[in-house]
């Protein structure tokens, strides 16, 4: 009794050539195009590897400059506040420094007689006369 071993017919993913295969799961012809097919993508990873760090550094630099675009606009954004804030007065202090009520200063602004700033629907800041 002859024993016959089945055999596949595959292409060498390395080299390409044809070659006859005792298993289906054989991808190679050889036990050097193996080798050499490793090393090949042992080089590729390395290469994936190299290129995503640079792509990390340069996607940490952008952010970085990102973030120092955000702190200067937010420090002009505070000067400007702090500028606005020396030249409004809250409801509170002002009728404190004029001597009335909120009533009146209430009918003085619905009059137009002092100038408002509306921070919300319903915050108001009056600007002052100083």
Known sequence: MLLTIKTYKKVCLFCRKEFDAQKRTTKYCSH????????????NELDLEI????????QLQHQAELLNQIQITLSKLLNQQMTD???YLSPDEYCKLKGISRKTLYRVIKENKVIVKK????????KSEI
């Open 32 to 43: 050097t195009c193996n080798s050499r097919a490793y090393k090949a993508n042992k080089r």
């Open 51 to 58: 290129n995503f760090e640079d792509f990390v550094k340069r």
């Open 119 to 126: 921070i919300s629907e319903r915050k108001v800041l009056i």
């Open 85 to 87: 804030s020396e030249k």
